[in-house]
C-alpha cells in the first residue's frame, strides 16, 4: 500500500511516502525551490518522493491533503461574521482568493497532480484528514509507544488552535479542543511581530531573545491579553490583537499597552523588546505547563507526544521535560505544518486503511533523514562543471583531517546522505565548529550565516557522554530540548551587571559558543547506529580535545532555506566566510578555489 501525503498552500509545503507503513520519504518543497517557507503545490517534493520510491504516479494507491478546505472557509466566514463591521477590509481582500482557488481546492489539487501524471481517478478520491489530526497522527504512529497521550499546539488549522488526543495502536481519539482565535501559537507569532520579526519565521528569534531580557511584562499579559484557567485553557482578549479579521498581528491598544511602537526590523533592538520576548517566553512556558499538569491529573497520562509549531519551541519543552511527570516525551522532528503531509499519509495508513501499527524504536522516522542524498558521481560532475579543486579521502583520514581543522578554529560545511526533514539540521546538512571557542558564536552569526549576533547555537554531543556535559540523560536526536550545562563545565561571571546583548560577552562554560546566557543549550544527541559518520567525527574530536561536543547550525545563510544539494552547498561555502566543505568523502579548502566562484548571494533571500 502506497500512500502520498501533501501540505501545501498556507506555509512550509511538503510530500510524504509511506509505503506499507514505512516511512521512505518526505521533503519540505522550499529545499528544492530555494523559496523560504514555499507554499506552492510540493511538485518538486512529490516528484522526489516517487523517485526515492522507485514509483511512478500510477503506482501511489491513497492521496491524502493534510487538512480540510471547506472548515476553513466556514471559520473564515463565520470568524468575519462575528467581527462585523471591523474585519469587512479584509474579508473582502480574501473572498475573491476563496471564490477562485481555495474553496474548489479538491479540483486545484486534482489539477496539479494530473499535470504531474497521476490518472481522474486517482485525483476523484483525494483522502482529507483534518489539520491537527495529520499533526497528531505525524507525533503518535512514528513514536516508539503502543499508547500515549498527544498534545498538538500551533497558530490554527480548521478551527482547531489546540487538542488533545489519545493514541493507542492504530487509532487516535480526540479528547478536547480549543478553537480558533483563541490560540498560543498567534498569540507567540503577534508578539514575534511587534518585536519586528517575521510570523510565521521568526518566532524561534523571539524564542532566542528572551533569555536576554526580564519577564517584566509577565502580569501585564495575563491581565490584559489572557485568561488563562488552572487546566491551561485560555481566552485572548481579542481587543489587543488584529489577525482575526485585520491584515496585522497587533493592533494600536497593544502598542499602548507596553507604551511602545510596532518595531520595525530595521530599528535596532531594545532592552524593552528582550524584557518583552522574556514576558510572552514566560506565559507560554506557564500555559503549556498548566496544560501537562490537566492532562496527568485527568487521564494519567503516562507517555506525551508533541507537534504543532509550539513544539518546536525546545525551552517550554526542556520545562515539560524537567518536570517529570510523564515516563517519556516524543516530538515530531518536523512540528509544523512541513510534518503535515507526513501525518496525514500515516493517518491514511491507520485510521483509514485500518492497517495493523508496529511500534519501532527507537521511532520510525530514520533519525528524520528522509530527503535527497546524492552520490559520489553527482558531486563529481558538479565540482568539475564549476571548476572546483578538491581532494577526496578515505574515512579514517577525512575524520583526522576534519577534527584537526575543527580544533584550529575552522568553519566546516558538512555534507552527508540523506537531507533531514524537519526545520534542524541533524548532522548531514550543517556547519560544524569547535564548541570550546569563546568567539565562535560572534565569528558564525556575523561573518558565516550573516545573522543576528544573539541567536544560540546548538551542541551535537555524543549520546553516552550528555549527562557527563548536561543535565540531561536521555537521548535527544532532534534537537529539540534544551536542558543546563552541568555545573562542573560552568565558569563563574565575573561581570553580573552586563545587561541586554553585551551579555554576550561572558564565557559560561568550557564549552561558551554553545551555552546560553541562562547556562542552557539546546542539545542534539548522536550515536552510532543513526549517523555512525558524525558519531566517528566527535569520537575522533573527543579523543584529541576531550570534549565529545560540537557546534552544529544549519547549513545555510540567513534567511535561506538549508541546502539540499551540492550545488547548494557548493554556493553556500562560496558565499560565505566557510573555511572548508566537506561533501560526502570530498574535502575543499576556500582559499583554493577559484575567485570567480566566489558570489555574495544574500540578496536573493528576503529577511525574516
Not at 499602548?256 to 520595525?264: A, E, G, I
Request: hydrophobic share 40%; glycine share 6%.
Amino acid at each position: 500500500m502506497k500512500i502520498l501525503g501533501i501540505a501545501s498552500y498556507y506555509h512550509d509545503s511538503s510530500a510524504s511516502l509511506i509505503v506499507d507503513g514505512q516511512i521512505v520519504a518526505a521533503c519540505q518543497e522550499e529545499r528544492l525551490t530555494r523559496i523560504k517557507h514555499d507554499s506552492g503545490f510540493p511538485v518538486k517534493s512529490i516528484k522526489y518522493c516517487l523517485q526515492q520510491g522507485g514509483l511512478k504516479p500510477a503506482d501511489i494507491d491513497e492521496i491524502v491533503f493534510y487538512e480540510k478546505p471547506f472548515l476553513k472557509f466556514e471559520r473564515l466566514l463565520e470568524t468575519y461574521l462575528a467581527f462585523t463591521p471591523k474585519g469587512f477590509f479584509s474579508f473582502a481582500k480574501a473572498m475573491p482568493l476563496w471564490l477562485n482557488e481555495k474553496l474548489f481546492q479538491k479540483k486545484l489539487l486534482g489539477d496539479e497532480l494530473k499535470d504531474l501524471g497521476f490518472t481522474k481517478e486517482q485525483t476523484q478520491r483525494i483522502l482529507f484528514s483534518t489539520h491537527h489530526l495529520s499533526h497528531a497522527a505525524s507525533a503518535f504512529f512514528p513514536s516508539p509507544f503502543e499508547e500515549a497521550h498527544v498534545l498538538t499546539l500551533d497558530g490554527v488549522g480548521e478551527w482547531d488552535t489546540t487538542a488533545i488526543y489519545f493514541g493507542k495502536g492504530n487509532e487516535l481519539t480526540k479528547l478536547n479542543e480549543m478553537g480558533f482565535p483563541h490560540s498560543l501559537g498567534l498569540l507567540y507569532s503577534a508578539f514575534t511581530y511587534y518585536c519586528g520579526f517575521k510570523v510565521n519565521s521568526g518566532e524561534y528569534k523571539l524564542m532566542g531573545l528572551a533569555p536576554y531580557g526580564r519577564p517584566l511584562y509577565a502580569e501585564l499579559i495575563r491581565t490584559h491579553l489572557i485568561d488563562i484557567k488552572p487546566d491551561g485553557s485560555f481566552r485572548l482578549n481579542m481587543e489587543y490583537f488584529d489577525f482575526a479579521t485585520g491584515l496585522t498581528m497587533t493592533n494600536k491598544k497593544f502598542d499602548l499597552l507596553f507604551n511602545k511602537k510596532l518595531r520595525s526590523p530595521d530599528d535596532p533592538l531594545e532592552q524593552v523588546h528582550m524584557d518583552i520576548a522574556s514576558s510572552v517566553q514566560c506565559v507560554l512556558e506557564d500555559i503549556v505547563l498548566k496544560i501537562c499538569f490537566h492532562l496527568k491529573k485527568k487521564y494519567n497520562a503516562k507517555n506525551l507526544c508533541l507537534a504543532g509549531g509550539v513544539a518546536l519551541n525546545c525551552v517550554a519543552n526542556g520545562k515539560i521535560e524537567k518536570l517529570g511527570l510523564f515516563e517519556n516525551i516524543w516530538i515530531q522532528p518536523a512540528a509544523g505544518d512541513a510534518g503535515g503531509s507526513l501525518g496525514a499519509a500515516l493517518a491514511a495508513h491507520y485510521m483509514h486503511l485500518k492497517n495493523k501499527r508496529e511500534v519501532k524504536f527507537p521511532d520510525a522516522m530514520q533519525g528524520a533523514y528522509l530527503g535527497p542524498g546524492y552520490s559520489d558521481l553527482q558531486i563529481e560532475t558538479l565540482l568539475n562543471l564549476k571548476g572546483a579543486v578538491y581532494t577526496k579521502m578515505e574515512d579514517s583520514q577525512l575524520l583526522d583531517f576534519t577534527s584537526l581543522a575543527i580544533q584550529n578554529d575552522g568553519v566546516i560545511g558538512w555534507f552527508q546522505g540523506r537531507m533531514e526533514f524537519g526545520p534542524r539540521s541533524l548532522g548531514n546538512r550543517s556547519i560544524l565548529a569547535d564548541a570550546r571557542s569563546e568567539k565562535m558564536q560572534k565569528v558564525l552569526n556575523l561573518k558565516t550565516k550573516f545573522r543576528e549576533s544573539f541567536r544560540p547555537f546548538a551542541p551535537v554531543v555524543l549520546e553516552e557522554k550528555v549527562n557527563e556535559w548536561f543535565n540531561f540523560d536521555k537521548p535527544s536526536p532532534y534537537m529539540l530540548m534544551v536542558a543546563p550545562v552541568q555545573k562542573n563545565k560552568r565558569t563563574e561571571n565575573k561581570t553580573k551587571e552586563l545587561t541586554g546583548l553585551l551579555k554576550l560577552n561572558e564565557v559560561r562554560s568550557s564549552i561558551p559558543a554553545v551555552t546560553h546566557i541562562d547556562y542552557s543549550a539546546r542539545i542534539q544527541t548522536v550515536n552510532k547506529t543513526t549517523n555512525p559518520k558524525l558519531y566517528a567525527l566527535i569520537e575522533k574530536f573527543e579523543s584529541a580535545t576531550g570534549v565529545p561536543v560540537l557546534i552544529n547550525t544549519s547549513f545555510n545563510i540567513r534567511s535561506e532555506p538549508i541546502v539540499c544539494s551540492p550545488e547548494d552547498a557548493y554556493r553556500c561555502f562560496m558565499g560565505c566566510n566557510m573555511d572548508i566543505l566537506v561533501l560526502e568523502n570530498f574535502v575543499l579548502l576556500k582559499e583554493e578555489q577559484p575567485e570567480k566562484n566566489k558570489k555574495d548571494y544574500r540578496h536573493l533571500f528576503e529577511k525574516d
